[in-house]
């Protein structure tokens, strides 16, 4: 079946320093991406998204970037700040219906 | 823009009784909504897609019958979790579309942390 996974389940990165945050897809036809952010205890929040025409995209202090040769996405924030401790969520819409398959998220925490 | 609501934000009931929850989408009509369910330290899981006007889709697994789904409008939809029991305790959150984005993207409530007793 269709999945969409990260890497690490966790991330620790010094204040200050940049993140990198990892995932892997299985279905080649996949042609839209998102990442998403989810602090506790509240629901995701869009970040940014990416379609597999493009292999880079940016956003205010996000960059994703998409392989689709070896289907990966990475989300790269810069200057990561406290406010940046979430679990991140790549997901990828599929069917007709416009489901999401959400992988394992990523816990970012970040060190003072 | 694409803002969704939920409400109640948490609701604590005995076993056995039926609790009923609300998804609004406040500034797009959402043809499409979806329920998520997410146990602590998991990833969310999809339970069913909400279509106004016909009926939900369930996910494999998911009882159509104890979680009951109406989308009677194209601001709201309602998961009641019928005769809960404390291992349907779980944050429960709803997404929507907004179908004149031209994007995929789906926005998120708040969610709504249930506790059965």
């Known amino acids: 079946g269709e999945s969409v996974g990260l890497h690490l389940p966790t991330l620790s990165v010094q204040e200050g320093d940049n993140s990198i945050i990892n995932c892997a897809y299985s279905?080649?036809?996949?042609?839209?991406f998102i990442w998403y952010k989810q602090e506790s205890g509240k629901g995701p929040q869009f970040i940014i998204d990416?379609?597999?025409?493009?292999d880079k995209r940016q956003g205010q202090r996000v960059t994703v970037l998409l392989n689709k040769t070896v289907k990966h996405l990475s989300l790269q924030i810069a200057a990561t700040q406290p406010g940046d401790s979430a679990v991140y969520f790549c997901?990828?819409?599929?069917?007709?219906?416009?489901?999401?398959?959400f992988g394992s998220g990523t816990r970012l925490s970040i060190r003072p | 823009g694409a803002v969704v609501s939920q409400h109640p934000s948490w609701v604590i009931c005995k076993s056995g009784t039926s609790v009923k929850i609300e998804c609004r989408s406040l500034?797009?009509?959402?043809?499409?909504m979806f329920w998520y369910r997410q146990f602590p330290k998991q990833s969310l899981m999809l339970m069913a897609t909400?279509?106004?006007?016909?009926?939900?889709?369930?996910e494999q697994g998911v009882e159509k019958d104890k979680f009951l789904i109406n989308h009677a409008s194209l601001t709201l939809s309602t998961l009641t979790v019928t005769s809960a029991h404390p291992e349907d305790s779980s944050f429960y959150i709803c997404s929507a579309r907004d179908p004149t984005s031209g994007q995929e993207t789906q926005y998120f409530g708040p969610g709504t942390r249930l506790l059965v007793l």
């Open positions: 997901a990828a819409p599929y069917s007709s219906a416009s489901k999401i398959i």
């Open positions: 500034d797009f009509q959402a043809t499409t």
């Open positions: 990416i379609r597999s025409n493009m």
């Open positions: 909400s279509n106004e006007g016909s009926k939900a889709t369930y």
């Open positions: 279905n080649s036809a996949s042609d839209y």
